[in-house]
């Protein structure tokens, strides 16, 4: 008799959970291209700072929605070293890495796109000047690592964490502070 897949309220909830964050990052995602092809339409270019500041966006958003659908990762120490492992042979025997090999070591990738993500905030800090960060408190208060005061922070709050960050330098651009 075949076995029957048993799917455990944990999942269910796992599964509400990614849906709330792929909607949440797609919200993001629809409101940086509606910027965009407002401000085209109305043929108002960004400022070279401007157009940092958007792109820079855009890679955040992309890494944020691609740790999105690795998140039911199970992270250890070990578990990270051994797919970091995993991920350079793969990337030394075949010259190439497509979403399935991201799938395939997701503990890994994860991190990897978080931490982009989160890297890349820290580098818009540099794009608005004091005055306007102050506008934008979760902005200046995001802090890439992922331990805070000796205390490891839980994946997802991290992910939003950037988000929010994130969306606060959106609010920055959108009202002409880039």
């Given amino acids: 008799m075949p076995k029957k897949d048993n799917i455990k309220l944990r999942d269910i909830n796992f599964c509400i959970g990614l849906n709330s964050h792929r909607s949440e990052i797609l919200k993001f995602l629809v409101d940086l291209l509606d910027l965009s092809v407002g401000r085209r339409k109305r043929r108002t270019a960004f400022s070279v700072n401007e157009k940092e500041i958007f792109t820079t966006l855009v890679g ?11 998140a039911n990762a199970e992270r250890s120490p070990e578990g990270i070293v051994e797919n970091a492992e995993r991920v350079l042979k793969r ?8 979403y399935q090999q991201e799938k395939d070591f997701k503990a890994w990738m994860w ?10 905030i820290e580098f ?6 004091a005055k306007s960060l102050k ?3 979760v902005l200046v208060n995001f802090v890439a690592r992922p331990v805070l005061n000796n205390k490891r922070v839980n994946k997802w709050e991290r ?18 502070v880039g």
């Fill in 91 to 98: 990337l030394v025997e075949d010259n190439s890495f497509a």
């Fill in 159 to 176: 992910w939003e964490g950037a988000l929010e960050a994130a969306n606060g330098a959106f609010r920055l651009l959108k009202s002409g």
């Fill in 124 to 129: 818009l800090k540099s794009r608005f000047n």
């Fill in 60 to 70: 955040i958003g992309f890494a944020l929605w691609r740790a999105v659908f690795l």
């Fill in 135 to 137: 506008k934008e408190p």
């Fill in 111 to 120: 991190g990897f796109h978080v931490n982009d993500a989160a890297f890349r």
